[in-house]
C-alpha cells in the first residue's frame, strides 16, 4: 500500500536506534523527508551514513531532548533545511522500572522531564509549523503500562499515562487545524535498549528475548520486531489513517490486559 509519505518532512525523536531508527529507515523507504535527533555522536553518526546510504533525504541532529534549547534547534533545522513540517513522533525515552516505596524524587523528575515535558515541548514547538502545512500528524511513543500499570513499574507507567492524557487533550485541541494526534503504546519490542542491558549483563541479545518471553505472557509468543513498530507509525503519520486521532494502538502480541 502506497502510504503517500514521499516528500512529507517527519521529526523523529530518538531517532538513532531501537524503534526511532527502524522509523527513519521506514520513511526513507517511503521516500519521505526525515530528521532525528540523538545525544550519542557515534550512533549519530551511524545513523547518518545509514540513512544516507539508503538514498534518504535525511538530517540528524545532536541534540537532548531534555534540553529545551536543544529541542528548539532540531525543530528549528528542520524547517530550516525544508521550510515545513508534516509529521512528529515523540519517541525517545528508555525504560524505568521501580516500585512505589523504591522511586527517588530524582527518578521521578527525571522521568517526567524525558518522557512528559519533552514530548509536550516538541509538540508546541512543531505545532505551528504543522498548521502552516495545513494540517499533519503526531504520534506519541507510549507504554501499555499506561492503561494497565504492573507491580514495580514505576515512574515509566505515570509518565506513559500522562501520555496518554497529553495525546487525547492534543487530538481534540488541534483536530481544528487537520492536526491528527494518536499513540502507540509499545509491550516488547527489540531495540538497542534491550541490546545494550543484554551485552551488560553478558548474555546475548536472543537469551534475553527468550528469558523475557519466558517471564511474560505474551498471547503471540514473541516479542515485537522494530520494523513492526514503523510499519505501523507510519500509517499513523500517513493520510491512510486520515480519520484515526486520539487513538491508542497496543503494538504489544496481545500482552496488554486492556484494550
Ligand atoms: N523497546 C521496547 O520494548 C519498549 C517498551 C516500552 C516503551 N518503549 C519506548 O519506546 C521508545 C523507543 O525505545 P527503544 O526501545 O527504541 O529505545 P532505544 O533502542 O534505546 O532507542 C532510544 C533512542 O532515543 C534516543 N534518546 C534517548 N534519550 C534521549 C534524549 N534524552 N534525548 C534525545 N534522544 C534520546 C537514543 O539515542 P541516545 O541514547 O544516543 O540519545 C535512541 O536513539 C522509548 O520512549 C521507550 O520508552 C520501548
New binding site residues.
Given amino acids: 500500500m502506497d502510504l503517500h509519505l514521499n516528500g512529507k518532512v517527519v521529526l523523529i ?9 527502524a522509523l527513519a529507515n521506514r520513511l526513507v523507504e517511503e521516500r519521505a523527508r526525515v530528521a532525528v ?4 555522536s557515534h ?2 553518526a551511524v545513523t547518518e551514513q545509514r540513512l544516507r546510504d539508503a538514498g534518504g533525504d535525511a538530517l540528524v541532529v545532536q ?4 534540553r529545551p534549547a536543544d529541542l528548539e534547534r532540531f525543530v528549528d533545522a528542520a524547517v530550516t533545511r525544508w521550510g515545513r513540517l508534516d509529521g512528529l513522533v515523540n ?5 524505568a522500572g521501580g516500585r512505589i516505596d523504591q522511586v527517588s524524587d530524582d527518578d521521578w523528575i527525571a522521568d517526567l522531564n ?2 512528559v515535558l ?1 514530548s509536550v515541548r516538541c509538540t508546541r514547538l512543531a505545532v505551528p509549523h504543522l498548521i502552516a502545512a495545513g494540517g499533519g500528524a503526531i504520534v506519541n ?3 501499555i503500562g499506561a492503561k494497565a500499570a504492573g507491580a514495580a513499574s514505576l515512574p ?1 507507567t505515570a509518565s506513559r499515562a500522562a501520555g496518554l492524557a497529553i495525546t487525547k487533550a492534543a487530538s481534540k485541541d488541534l483536530g481544528g487545524h487537520g492536526i491528527r494526534v494518536n499513540a502507540v503504546l ?9 541490546q ?1 542491558r543484554a551485552d551488560a549483563a553478558g548474555q546475548s541479545e536472543e537469551e534475553l528475548y527468550r528469558q523475557m518471553v519466558k517471564n511474560t505472557h505474551i498471547p503471540l509468543g514473541r516479542i515485537g520486531r ?1 520494523e513492526e513498530f514503523a510499519d505501523l507509525a507510519a500509517y499513523l503519520l500517513s493520510d491512510r489513517s486520515s480519520y484515526v486521532t486520539g487513538s491508542a494502538v497496543n503494538l504489544d502480541g496481545g500482552t496488554s490486559p486492556v484494550l
Fill in positions: 525523536t530518538g531517532g538513532t536506534d531501537g524503534l526511532g531508527a535527533c540523538g545525544r550519542d550512533r549519530l541534540a537532548d531532548v531534555t519517541n525517545a525515552g528508555k525504560s524525558l518522557k519533552a511513543v507510549l507504554n515509566t509499545i509491550g516488547l519490542v527489540a531495540s538497542g535498549q534491550w545494550r522494530s
